[in-house]
């Protein structure tokens, strides 16, 4: 998984191996700036049956940034931070702001509040 040219697996192909497996309750998608991978696992989450949190790192890097590897760049307004969270809120996942709101929020999807 990952941004760069040559992807083992995508979002997507891994989100299919925890929706099929019973002991899986919830998906945790940590993803971050630039690319598209997040907005197009969005449209597989949309027709999970398990819930999904997610958290994008690099809410605050400046637009057309390069952070130190090729899939984390922001080109031409694509792959912002803002339209992953959308994409995946919008998809029906719960999207955390800061890592340490994971467990919160994977405990309010299943119902363990």
């Known amino acids: 998984m990952g941004g ?3 992807v083992g697996l995508t979002f997507i192909d891994v989100l299919k191996m925890f ?3 019973p002991q899986t ?3 945790v998608l940590l993803g971050e700036i630039g690319g598209n991978a997040e ?3 969005s449209e597989y989450i949309k027709e ?3 819930p999904v949190v997610a958290f994008i790192a690099g809410k ?7 952070m130190g590897h090729a899939g984390a760049i922001i080109e031409r307004g694509k792959g912002t931070y803002q339209g992953k969270v959308e ?3 919008a998809a029906g996942a719960k999207v955390a702001t800061l890592p340490s709101e994971i467990p919160a929020l994977i ?3 299943l119902g363990m509040k």
């Open 4 to 6: 760069d040219r040559v």
């Open 19 to 21: 929706e099929k497996d």
């Open 25 to 27: 309750k919830a998906v």
């Open 39 to 41: 907005e197009t696992a």
């Open 48 to 50: 999970m049956s398990k």
């Open 60 to 66: 605050s890097a400046p637009p057309g940034k390069r």
């Open 87 to 89: 994409a995946l809120t």
């Open 107 to 109: 405990k309010e999807a």
